[in-house]
């Protein structure tokens, strides 16, 4: 199994920054691709970016493009999710997940951390 500890979610104004952080702990070795995900009260959880754990190549959701960055340091077993220009809709809980080797969905979730911008 893989453990996440997501940190770095919190209060911002519109068009400000935020940066999160996951640690992935436990059978790392098994990580394909790690991604982030929110869910906005009484809207489905949605996918905002994912990264290939080995090459390194992304993918970012519409509402994401041009303004978040996910990055990766294997090193720390580390994914990031780097938040600029945001918005009052980018409010909800932003979780990160992996999606181990042979899978074909995520398999293990963080707890989740708060991300409420304000107008």
């Known amino acids: 199994q893989v453990q996440l500890v997501e940190s770095g979610g919190g209060l911002v104004q519109a068009g400000g920054s935020l940066r999160l952080s996951c640690a992935a702990s436990?059978?790392?070795?098994?990580?394909?691709?790690m991604g982030w995900f929110r869910q906005a009260p009484g809207k489905e959880r949605e996918i905002v970016a994912n990264i290939n754990w080995n090459s390194g190549s992304t993918y970012y959701a519409d509402s994401a493009k041009g303004r978040f960055t996910i990055s990766r340091d294997n090193a720390k077993n580390t994914v990031y999710l780097q938040m600029n220009s945001l918005k009052p809709e980018d409010t909800a809980v932003y979780y990160c997940a992996t999606r181990p080797v042979g899978r074909i969905t995520y398999a293990y979730w963080g707890q989740g951390t708060q991300v409420t911008v304000s107008s």
């Open positions: 436990g059978r790392t070795v098994t990580i394909y691709y």
